[in-house]
């Protein structure tokens, strides 16, 4: 992909939710809610400060995220639905 994100900007490919409850019931496209957990696929340089200085971002490429369900710009490249959102975004990264 040649894609590169700028600054503090992440790309984020969503995970796709189970479509099997734990009691073996399945869940209808309908009742889905959109994926809030992801897998960084690429990373900005970091964020500028006011004096000049880039501090790098705390997320790399393979991490899995979570971040808000309302949170990014939805994109489409290669053929792929990927989101752009800010560092601040991610609420965590998960073990």
């Not at 992440?10 to 809030?36: C, F, H, N």
């Amino acid at each position: 992909m040649a894609f590169r994100p700028l600054h503090d900007r992440v790309l984020v490919r969503r995970i796709e939710a189970e479509e099997k409850t734990a009691g073996g019931i399945i869940i209808p496209d309908s009742a889905k809610e959109k994926p809030s957990e992801g897998e960084v696929v690429s990373v900005g340089s970091g964020a500028r400060a006011d004096d000049g200085t880039v501090t790098p971002l705390d997320v790399k490429a393979g991490d899995r995220v979570l971040f808000g369900k309302w949170s990014g710009t939805e994109v489409k490249l290669d053929g792929e639905d990927l989101l752009i959102m800010k560092e601040s975004d991610i609420m965590g990264v998960l073990g």
